[in-house]
């Protein structure tokens, strides 16, 4: 059974910074895509951040330049926000899947795996 698990949600004033980190777990086979995704009050999720199995990396216009994703040689995944803003204000969510190695990750790509999410304030 494939586990998706986010930690290191929690408060912080506007300018401050937050990591994200989420781990995948299980027998996952192929090459993966792994993304953030936030869903603010009132609002539709919306992609945040990929990076697929070789690194390349994905991100949406709002968060270019303050969130940097990463992945670690153990597979841990994780999302480094600086510069927070009250608009970011949500919950994040680690998504993976798995694709062929020439299928880009996309931030609308398909995910089928899915973390619980951990919640960011971001105060003014």
């Known amino acids: 059974q494939v586990q998706v698990v986010e930690s290191g949600g929690g408060s912080v004033q506007a300018g401050g910074s937050l990591r994200l980190s989420c781990v995948l777990s299980?027998?996952?086979?192929?090459?993966?895509?792994m993304a953030w995704f936030r869903q603010a009050p009132g609002k539709e999720r919306e992609g945040v951040a990929t990076?697929?199995?070789?690194?390349?990396t994905v991100y949406a216009d709002s968060v270019k330049g303050r969130f940097t994703v990463s992945k670690d040689s153990t597979g841990k995944t994780s999302l480094q926000m600086n510069n927070l803003k009250p608009a970011d204000t949500a919950t994040y969510y680690c998504?993976?899947?798995?694709?062929?190695?020439?299928?880009?990750?996309?931030?609308?790509?398909?995910?089928?795996?899915w973390g619980q999410g951990t919640l960011v304030t971001v105060s003014s």
């Open positions: 299980g027998n996952i086979l192929g090459y993966t895509c």
């Open positions: 990076i697929n199995h070789a690194y390349s």
């Open positions: 998504a993976a899947t798995t694709m062929p190695w020439s299928t880009p990750c996309q931030l609308n790509s398909d995910f089928s795996y």
